[in-house]
């Protein structure tokens, strides 16, 4: 594998959350004849995938790229990419459907549909000639199989209909490097409440964390469940409730931005 300089990641900062729908190609059984390569900040993997909801991804054409490593192969290339962190999702179990000049796509299929799609250039950066990722896609986190979202350490929930997509509500640990792992932050919608928050931050919260209290007659049932624990919400948005029980955790509201660098 051969490095060069590495510059602002410009496939990582054209990740977006945009529509995504299927292109009517027989994927499942390899037969995808449309583009490899499309300008623009959607790129052509996201014409590949298939997804229920809205997918995520980038799109490095027809920039120079600038954003890693060189690698001497496709395969390489894809690997490549998630150990320096330009991909997420999905990491293992593609297969190529289509090696097309110097562009080769690779697809991942679940429930009988691709839900996330890579393509690998074989091209220039700096002078130097190698195989890199161009343009990717995946759909959501509760699109994905169990294990993908457990291994990014996205928690997914489920309502009736079964799992919610991430963009309505998920909840994760918080950064070892802050050291906030024993935080749980749960985000609905554009609101976002906390576990265990350190006391440190009492001021960033509407109030204190409470590991059993009694569910507030106002709380509204979201629906909203992730294993044995139910999520309601107070009417006036301050607090989360989470438990299955007559005592619930409730975690506050963050009132001020909050961010860990």
Same mark, same amino acid.
């Given at each position: 594998m051969?490095?060069?300089?590495?510059?602002s990641? %410009?496939?990582?900062?054209?990740?977006?959350?945009?529509a995504?729908?299927?292109?009517?190609?027989?994927?499942?059984?390899?037969?995808?004849?449309g583009?490899? #390569?499309?300008?623009?900040?959607? &790129?052509?993997?996201h014409?590949?995938?298939?997804?229920? &909801?809205? %997918?995520?991804?980038?799109?490095?054409?027809?920039?120079?790229?600038?954003?890693?490593?060189?690698?001497?192969?496709?395969?390489?290339?894809? +690997?490549?990419?998630?150990?320096?962190?330009?991909?997420?999702? *999905?990491?293992?179990?593609? +297969? *190529? *459907?289509?090696?097309?000049?110097?562009?080769?796509?690779?697809?991942?299929?679940a429930?009988?549909?691709?839900?996330?799609?890579?393509? %690998? +250039?074989?091209?220039?950066a700096?002078?130097?000639?190698? $195989?890199? *990722?161009?343009?990717? %896609?995946?759909?959501?986190?509760?699109?994905?199989?169990?294990?993908v979202?457990?291994?990014? &350490?996205?928690?997914?929930?489920?309502? =009736?209909?079964?799992?919610?997509?991430?963009?309505?509500?998920?909840?994760?640990?918080?950064?070892?490097?802050?050291?906030?792992?024993?935080?749980?932050?749960?985000?609905?919608?554009? #609101?976002?409440?906390?576990?265990?928050?350190?006391?440190?931050?009492?001021?960033f919260?509407?109030?204190?964390?409470?590991?059993?209290?009694?569910?507030?007659?106002?709380?509204?049932?979201? &629906?909203?469940?992730?294993?044995?624990?139910?999520? $309601?919400l107070?009417?006036?948005?301050?607090? =989360?409730? !989470?438990?299955?029980?007559?005592? !619930?955790?409730?975690?506050p509201?963050?009132?001020?931005r909050?961010?860990?660098?």
């Amino acid at each position: 594998m051969r490095r060069h300089r590495l510059l602002s990641p %410009a496939l990582a900062a054209a990740l977006l959350m945009l529509a995504c729908t299927a292109c009517g190609q027989d994927l499942v059984t390899g037969t995808y004849e449309g583009p490899l #390569a499309v300008e623009g900040r959607q &790129g052509a993997a996201h014409q590949v995938v298939e997804c229920d &909801g809205t %997918a995520e991804g980038g799109n490095g054409y027809p920039d120079e790229h600038d954003d890693g490593a060189l690698s001497d192969d496709a395969e390489e290339a894809l +690997r490549t990419a998630f150990d320096e962190r330009q991909l997420d999702g *999905v990491r293992d179990g593609y +297969r *190529v *459907v289509r090696a097309d000049g110097p562009r080769t796509l690779f697809t991942f299929t679940a429930d009988g549909r691709v839900r996330q799609a890579v393509i %690998a +250039r074989d091209g220039e950066a700096f002078g130097e000639k190698g $195989w890199y *990722v161009e343009s990717w %896609a995946r759909c959501d986190y509760a699109e994905l199989p169990e294990e993908v979202a457990e291994a990014a &350490g996205v928690q997914v929930w489920s309502d =009736a209909t079964g799992r919610v997509s991430t963009r309505r509500i998920t909840s994760y640990a918080g950064a070892e490097h802050c050291a906030w792992e024993h935080m749980t932050f749960l985000r609905v919608g554009k #609101a976002e409440y906390v576990r265990e928050p350190d006391a440190s931050l009492a001021d960033f919260f509407a109030g204190p964390y409470a590991s059993s209290v009694a569910l507030a007659p106002d709380a509204r049932d979201t &629906g909203f469940r992730r294993g044995s624990d139910h999520l $309601w919400l107070s009417a006036d948005g301050a607090w =989360a409730y !989470v438990g299955s029980g007559e005592r !619930v955790e409730r975690w506050p509201r963050v009132v001020e931005r909050l961010g860990c660098i």
